[in-house]
């Protein structure tokens, strides 16, 4: 039997570690650090079987999927470079892609990782709140290094669909970072500043379904988004000072009492957005096979 | 039998006038204008009766409701003053409060017209998308004029009930489009921001649900909310302008490369997310009755 080490039960991990019980061969081991992570993931079956030690599994893994932070990842991967199976594949999670891939060159030749994001998640983090079904049709991202073998990739595709993943999306780690900048840190970033707002606790009452789903992902991990905000912050910044300039821009519009200016601009976001969302419903997403 | 009459069959008023219908004995009667939004409303059987001819209702309609836009309801105010019936219930459900009820002041003495604005929507508009269920547990926000009575108030609280509304809300119009600046419209003007990003076409494949979350209400009907911003103008150019400069403060924190002033301001975002979203499930609400 060969074996699939999950290092980190988090929200993530936890859940890839249930998705994957039951993929072709593999015994899915998942490497926990703390006593409570550990009780939980047992009590809800996370994994064939646990362990505080993954170092100690590393020898034996065929495939090890790092869960943790970016800065844990980085310290993993040094730590225990020499532990990795020979011909072994390794893939990540991680938000942001060039920094992870730039840790793992540390690797020796002949362990192959693959940098991967599935673009999955929940308003809450943890075990407790891991469940096999995160990942149903939601983009699973991969960026291969120059020397990534057919065969992991190939074996990286029947995870993903194994896991029902939508579909697989292979680009570079740069794009990745672009793009992931605009769809998905913005958000974050535009969530925690609308709940910076002074009027937060007094506006109970007044909020509707656009204010929940807009702010909803502000009760974020500081301590992780704050690495992943900082690893990509060029693209990050971009991103927001072109939005900054957008939102002055319509501020400008509506003070100027100019309703053809106005109702034009939004005309043109509106119809993008039901572009989009028609492209979208078509299935128009590139599934680019390996 | 009493008669409610609700003006205007849109995703609003169509729903309103589906969820009314058995309310004690009163009879729901739907004036539409299109003939094609006469046929979507009689074969969902969206109200007990359909007319083209509201003003011809009014001297009958013990409750009216109405449903249009802003410039709508001012006209319909304003060109049937002297139709509505001694002693009525006019109330709207318009998205500004203090404009409307400014317009409602031609009206008689004797013509009760309380504002209220249904906290409910979807990203689609129109008699096709109208659906009974569309309040639930959503706010009822009420702005009583000073001659407001007891009875009507009383009625409209009764309406909300059977509509199915989660709490009803009692304020002043000013309070309302304060509040609602940020509440709402802010939230559209950050999605059709983001929309009108030039990427938007270009990062398929890389969206998740914070994504989709936070663009969802930029389809929006363009006519529409360029009433609703131009009548709310000053107090939502203040919050847009107040976001601008939160976004900046994030922006420059990241640059910075001040991971410690960073992680302070999410964590102080994510707390305050946190707790606003634990008292609303405490119920913590205010449901202040009339």
Sequence with gaps: MKKILVVGLGLIGGSLAMALQGFEDFEVVGAVRSQATHDKALAKHAADRLTFDPAAELPGADVVVLCQDPAGITAFLRDNR???KPGSLIWDVCGVKTA???AAKCLPEGVDFIGCHPMAGKEVSGIANAEAGLFRNTHFIVTPGPNATQEHLDLLRRMADWCRFGDVIVTTPERHDQMIAYTSQLMHVI?????ADEGL???????GGSFRDCTRVAALDPAMWTQLFTLNAPALCRVVEELEGRL??????IQSGDRETLSAMLASASERKKRIDLERARGDDVRPSF
């Design 82 to 84: 020499d532990r990795f």
């Design 100 to 102: 992870v891939m730039a």
């Design 191 to 195: 969530a925690v500043s609308v709940c």
């Design 201 to 207: 606790f007094s506006c109970k009452g007044f909020e």
């Design 248 to 253: 002055r821009a319509y501020r400008e519009a």
